[in-house]
């Protein structure tokens, strides 16, 4: 993982960390975890639509019917999954990983 910072519009820092994961490095397929402090980062507006899985209630982003983000909040943080650049990860895979992920 890679620990950092961002900066919000407001000039507030916020530790964030982000994780690139190998689904297929031969045909370069990498998906990405991330978490922030920032409880509001503008990646995070306007979710297609809201699923509640195991207790934990998932924000989900498509983009042509496939979906290309999962995020879900804690008391202190927020973080997501984020699929490869073609969306190789499948809806119901993508929203299974954001599920079964604890910190």
């Known amino acids: 993982?890679?620990?950092?910072?961002?900066?919000?519009?407001?000039?507030?820092?916020?530790y964030?960390?982000?994780?690139?994961?190998?689904?297929?490095p031969v045909l370069g397929q990498y998906y990405g975890v991330q978490g922030?402090?920032?409880?509001?980062?503008?990646i995070l507006h306007s979710p297609t639509q809201t699923r509640n899985v195991g207790g934990k209630q998932l924000?989900?982003?498509?983009?042509?019917?496939?979906?290309s983000l999962v995020a879900w909040r804690t008391n202190?943080?927020?973080?997501?999954?984020?699929n490869t650049l073609n969306d190789q990860i499948g809806?119901?895979?993508?929203?299974?990983?954001?599920?079964?992920?604890t910190h």
Request: aromatic share 10%; hydrophobic share 40%.
């Open 16 to 24: 964030a960390y982000r994780m690139t994961l190998a689904l297929n």
């Open 36 to 42: 922030t402090t920032w409880l509001n980062p503008p």
């Open 76 to 82: 202190g943080a927020v973080y997501w999954i984020s």
């Open 59 to 67: 924000l989900i982003y498509a983009n042509g019917g496939k979906v």
């Open 91 to 101: 809806n119901a895979q993508m929203i299974a990983i954001a599920a079964s992920l």
């Open 1 to 14: 993982p890679r620990s950092y910072q961002i900066r919000d519009q407001q000039r507030h820092d916020h």
